[in-house]
C-alpha cells in the first residue's frame, strides 16, 4: 500500500518543482517501504443460475437442487436431457454453464413459483372451499389428525385455565 516515497522539505522544495537530477538526502524524509500485496488467481465461491447462487464445490445434480423448484428428479432431468457428465460445480466450462442456465430457465422457478403458489391458496381462500377454510383456521387440510399432532400449523400449544381432568 504505503510505497517508497522522498517527501521534500522546505529548502528543496525547487527542488521537486524545478525537476533538479541532484538531491541532498539531508533535506529529504522517507517513509518506511511495505511489500505490495500479491494477488492470487480470482476464486469464484459460487456459480449463479436461475437467479441463486448454487455452491462451487458440489456435483451439479446437487448443486441444482438449492434452486426452488427444482428437487432431486428434476435436476437428473436436466442433466440428462443436456447429456452432460455429473462432474463437480467448479470444474464446469462457461459453455456448461450457459446451457444449464437454459434449460433451467425452462422451469417455473423461485419467485414464479412461490408467487404461483401464493395465487392459488389466495384462490382458495376467496372461493371458501374447505381447504381455503383450513387454510385460513391455519390448520392441516390434507386429512391428516388434529387431535395430537400438526403443531407446526397449529403453533405453540397453550394452556386453558380452569380445565382439570375430574377424578372417577
Not at 522539505?9 to 518506511?32: G, Q
Not at 462432474?87 to 408467487?115: A, F, H, N, P
Amino acid at each position: 500500500m504505503a510505497q517508497t516515497m522522498a517527501m521534500p522539505v522546505a529548502s528543496s522544495l525547487s527542488f521537486v518543482c524545478n525537476k533538479i537530477s541532484s538531491i541532498s538526502l539531508s533535506n529529504t524524509a522517507s517513509l518506511p517501504v511495505s511489500n505490495p500485496p500479491k494477488y492470487r488467481r480470482l476464486i469464484i465461491k459460487n456459480v449463479r443460475v436461475g437467479g441463486v447462487e448454487i455452491p462451487n464445490n458440489k456435483r451439479v445434480e446437487f448443486s441444482l437442487q438449492y434452486i426452488h423448484g427444482i428437487g432431486r428428479s428434476r435436476a437428473r432431468k436436466i442433466i440428462w436431457d443436456l447429456q452432460m457428465e455429473n462432474k463437480i460445480t467448479k470444474d464446469l466450462s462457461d459453455e456448461e454453464l450457459i446451457t444449464i442456465r437454459d434449460e433451467v430457465s425452462k422451469y417455473m422457478i423461485e419467485g414464479d413459483l412461490r408467487r404461483f403458489n401464493a395465487l392459488n391458496i389466495r384462490r382458495l381462500k376467496e372461493i371458501q372451499c374447505y381447504r381455503g377454510i383450513r387454510h385460513i383456521q391455519g390448520l392441516p387440510c390434507r386429512g391428516q389428525r388434529t387431535k395430537n399432532n400438526c403443531r407446526t400449523l397449529k403453533g405453540k400449544k397453550v394452556t386453558i385455565a380452569g380445565k382439570k381432568k375430574t377424578p372417577r
